[in-house]
Nanobody
Framework: QVQLVESGGGLVQPGGSLRLSCAAS???????IGWYRQAPGDQREWVAG???????DYATSVKGRFAIARDNAKNTVYLQMNSLKPEDSAVYYC??????????WGQGTQVSVSS
């Protein structure tokens, strides 16, 4: 069973940038991997995804500001977040997307955007 560990979150001012990492305990080469986020009181929402064939998809709210990438040799998926807004504040998670199957959810990494 693949385990996922998210990292790279922190406190940043509006307009700032962060790069999140999602490290998997095993090969994720064959999987479509996405980033999700959950703000307090809200449902978890999908943010961005990268398919096994490297095609990327983004939620409308982050398109043009976020970029997802993968390094299969390192079993890692990244999320570069630029032009951050207060509404981007949330706990960010990674997991499969497109399919209904999910690996066990990791602890997530907190992103806080505030002046």
């Amino acid at each position: 069973q693949v385990q996922l560990v998210e990292s790279g979150g922190g406190l940043v001012q509006p307009g700032g940038s962060l790069r999140l990492s999602c490290a998997a305990s095993g090969s994720i080469r064959a999987y479509n991997i996405g980033w999700y986020r959950q703000a307090p009181g809200d449902q978890r929402e999908w943010v961005a995804g990268i398919r096994a064939n490297t095609v990327t998809d983004y939620a409308t709210s982050v398109k043009g500001r976020f970029a997802i990438a993968r390094d299969n040799a390192k079993n890692t998926v990244y999320l570069q977040m630029n032009s951050l807004k207060p509404e981007d504040s949330a706990v960010y998670y990674c997991n499969q997307f497109i399919t209904s199957f999910r690996f066990p959810w990791g602890q997530g990494t907190q992103v806080s955007v505030s002046s």
